[in-house]
């Protein structure tokens, strides 16, 4: 008797069918809102959100394709090298990539996992060649005090190895990457894809139940549930704005359709939430929804001044002392970032004029910079600034231009107007 009371306060208890219980795995499926759990972010999977894909592939590019130059610091100034160091790292890293390539491959790993990693072949003090080393399958051990990279059965000492992480942890050997630290953001924009692909999957009709009386057993809940997804079929085949049900059966919508829910909003601020991590600003992930004319420019500046310079300036520390030795001080690599400027034509060659005519650089260096050939003229290599431009208290000829208490000098030659004024004055006299 007992044993049949507990049975009978079990069932009252518990808001399941029997015939077809919520823990069913098909339960959430069949109203389109998949299982309980968030989908399993990785590098792959996080690669399907537009604005991940968005952010990576931009911002790998436009570091790939600044230019990036070898000098020698020489008794006048920086001096461009030549050689075979300038096309390894300049033109083609080694036999498979060119340098757009190579520093493309080495981003995208950077923005994606965290880390990227590339081997310095070396013959004698000369480099030969740069190879890309995949973070994947590369262990990092610190040894003795230093950094070892294994990788293909081989191990590399650090002073082999250029290592860019996007953030080390406290121990200085492992990194965290960008698409590990939103994990949750990502999940959420994939969550909402796959929401709203099931939704328009089904024809634009949001999660239903059907209410009426309802079969007996399971078998018979089964056809009941596919005469229902016909008639949803049919109607949307047909183009019918109604769904024929049979006597005593309605159909209510379970939980919230896409407007309601703010899918739309929701979408558009998780393409805020990824530009925040990735530290850019949106309207360079296709969001311009805040967008106006000033602050887009802006955003421009913000762009080459707390991001890109930032990155391109780690490249270029680590290169240095990875490829020239802690000590040097002769060699060394520079990005360009004037190379952002490649597609603003007018403003690219305002620029240009500005340091003609400022004697920052002479005809032929302006030429240069823009891939064309240098002029024979002797004067197109020499600085020229614009005559009115003199040392204060000066004239144009070199000459005091002031006199006492602000005064014309004394040794000044009466202007023009104060000689014909002596002139008159000399005639009516006469």
């Not at 790993?109 to 995949?134: C, H, M, N, S, Y």
């Not at 520079?334 to 650089?361: I, P, Q, W, Y």
Request: glycine fraction near 10%.
């Amino acid at each position: 008797m007992a044993s049949k009371k507990g049975k009978a306060e079990r069932r009252s208890t518990s808001l399941e069918s029997e015939t077809v219980p919520v823990s069913a795995t098909n339960f959430m499926e069949f109203f389109g809102l998949g299982g309980g759990a968030l989908p399993t972010v990785n590098i792959e999977t996080a690669l399907k959100v537009p604005a991940v894909q968005a952010a990576v592939s931009f911002l790998s590019r436009t570091l790939a394709t600044l230019p990036l130059y070898v000098y020698r610091t020489g008794e006048r100034g920086p001096v461009r090298l030549g050689g075979k160091l300038a096309v390894v790292l300049e033109e083609n890293p080694n036999d498979e990539m060119d340098t757009s390539k190579f520093r493309r491959f080495f981003w995208e790993q950077v923005f994606t996992g965290g880390r990227g990693l590339a081997w310095i072949e070396r013959k004698g003090a000369g480099v030969e060649a740069l190879w890309p080393i995949d973070p994947g399958s590369c262990s990092i051990r610190r040894r003795g005090g230093r950094l070892f990279y294994s990788f293909e059965g081989r191990e590399y000492p650090a002073t082999d190895v250029i290592d860019i992480p996007y953030m080390l942890k406290r121990n200085l050997v492992q990194h965290r990457g960008p698409i590990a630290m939103a994990e949750k953001a990502i999940q959420l924009a994939l969550a909402m894809n796959d929401y709203a692909s099931n939704f328009f999957a089904g024809g634009g009709v949001p999660p239903l139940a059907l209410e009426g009386p309802m079969p007996a057993n399971d078998k018979a809940m089964q056809r009941a549930r596919e005469d229902i997804k016909r008639a949803v079929k049919a109607a949307r085949d047909d183009q019918l704005p109604l769904i024929q049900l049979p006597v005593g059966y309605k159909l209510t919508q379970v939980g919230y359709d896409p407007a309601k829910g703010q899918m739309t909003e929701a979408r558009l601020y998780q393409v805020q939430e990824i530009a925040r991590a990735y530290q850019i600003p949106p309207n360079f992930l296709q969001d311009l929804s805040r967008a106006t004319f000033s602050n887009v420019e802006q955003n421009d500046l913000y762009l080459v001044k707390h991001l890109v310079s930032q990155w391109a300036t780690a490249l270029e520390g680590e290169m240095n002392l990875k490829i020239f030795g802690r000590m040097n001080t002769r060699r060394y690599v520079r990005h360009n970032l004037d190379g952002l400027m490649r597609g603003d034509f007018k403003s690219r060659l305002e620029a240009l004029a500005t340091g003609v005519n400022s004697a920052l650089l002479t005809p032929n260096e302006g030429r240069e910079i823009e891939g064309r050939p240098r002029d024979p003229n002797p004067a197109a290599d020499q600085l020229y600034i614009q005559g009115a431009t003199v040392a204060i208290g000066t004239s144009a000829n070199g000459t005091n231009a002031m006199g006492e208490n602000g005064d014309p000098p004394l040794n000044h030659p009466a202007a023009d107007t104060e000689r014909q004024v002596t002139d008159d004055t000399e005639t009516e006299a006469g």
